[in-house]
């Protein structure tokens, strides 16, 4: 199921050519040097320390916006992921001691089915698509980013969930050793996320296992982790390890850090200010590179949309909600 020429690659139709030129480039250099493109069958494409790993049987998503996406580069060097630092370069230089395989998923609660599952084999069932998703991440910046992934209403309706199951939990890997930024009180760990089965079961979230066609990046948050794409970026949980159905609503990392601060909804709200910023604007990372002076006007700052842009598909999942209250 691996692509196994460059000229088979499906680039992200949104990619400008130059840069899909340049991947073409690179991907012929990689084919040359041996081992970068690998062979099997879509299972061995999950294999993350295979850097550049193409995956292949991707469909686009109707989903998906139109603007253009942010470079591989700003969206692999530019991160949020705590367990290995607390710095946007963090990540990347951290997160290398992470083994993404093999990997396994806990599905817990009120399911019919229920168990531990291999990364493989809870994702061989469905089909991957390409979801280019706007990401707003709460400290104000923004980037288009191509995931690849499977919805997670998909995968919810394999495990059955019971009508007593009102919230779907997820949890991080807790491992100092892998996650050197878990020997840090920066959060309470391991970190935990949770949507509303509502939420959970809407068209728009995923499970992402792949950006730009090829397999996560760790500090993307390998092997698996969840987009929420109309709400702040700390929803989108990395790494995940755990998925529970629960009667009851979890108490979330960054609401236990801060709760005046984060919500449990966290939709993305230009209206509704964080107590220490505003919340109307945001920048748009990347955009303002090259633009010389342009960017002391502030040219990539552009308005927040509610629900970034997404509401005509989530608005109604909040009828009668003071998300003022409700942040
Ligand atoms: N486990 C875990 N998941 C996490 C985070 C984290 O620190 N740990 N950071 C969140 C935040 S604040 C953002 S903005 C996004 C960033 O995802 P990206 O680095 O792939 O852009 O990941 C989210 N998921
Ligand atoms: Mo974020």
């Known amino acids: 199921m691996l692509i196994k020429k460059p000229a088979d690659i499906r680039p992200s139709e949104i990619t400008s050519r130059d840069n899909y030129l340049n991947r073409r480039k690179f991907m ?18 999950l294999v993350p320390d295979q850097k550049q790993a193409k995956l292949a049987d991707i469909v686009p998503s109707q989903y998906s916006t139109d603007e253009s996406p942010n ?11 705590y367990e290995f630092g607390m710095r946007k370069e963090d990540p990347k230089r951290n ?3 992470l083994r993404t395989r093999p990997w396994s998923i806990e599905v817990s609660g009120n399911a019919e089915v229920t168990g531990t599952f291999a990364l493989e084999d809870f994702v061989k069932p469905h089909t991957l698509e390409e979801r280019i998703y706007r990401l707003r991440c709460v400290e104000a910046w923004s980037m288009v980013i191509p995931w690849v992934g499977i919805p997670l209403a998909d995968i919810i309706k394999q495990f059955k969930p019971m009508s007593s199951a009102k919230y779907v939990v997820f949890e991080t890997l807790l491992d100092k050793e892998q996650m050197p930024g878990q020997r840090s009180r920066s959060l309470r760990w391991p970190y935990v996320e949770g949507l509303t089965i509502a939420e959970a079961t809407n ?13 996560l990046p760790n500090q993307n948050g390998a092997p698996l982790r969840l987009i929420v794409p109309w709400k702040y970026g700390f929803k989108s949980i990395k790494s995940i390890v755990r998925m529970h159905f629960s009667e009851t609503r979890p108490g979330t990392s960054w609401e236990i850090a801060a709760p005046h601060e984060y919500g449990f909804y966290a939709n993305v709200n230009p209206d509704v200010d964080h107590p220490r910023w505003s919340q109307a604007r945001e920048r748009r990372i990347g955009s303002d590179q ?6 002391l006007f502030s040219a990539s700052r552009q308005e927040t949309l509610m629900f970034n842009g997404y509401g005509e598909h989530v608005a109604h999942l909040y009828d009668g909600l003071d998300l003022r209250k409700n942040f």
């Open 28 to 45: 012929q250099a990689a084919a040359l040097a041996g081992g970068s493109l690998v062979a099997g069958d879509a299972l061995t494409a």
């Open 71 to 81: 470079s591989f580069m700003d969206i692999t060097s530019y991160n949020n992921f």
């Open 95 to 97: 997160s290398q001691s």
């Open 203 to 215: 068209p728009l979230p995923i499970l992402a296992v792949g950006v730009y066609g090829e397999v």
């Open 290 to 295: 090259g633009t010389g002076l342009q960017s």
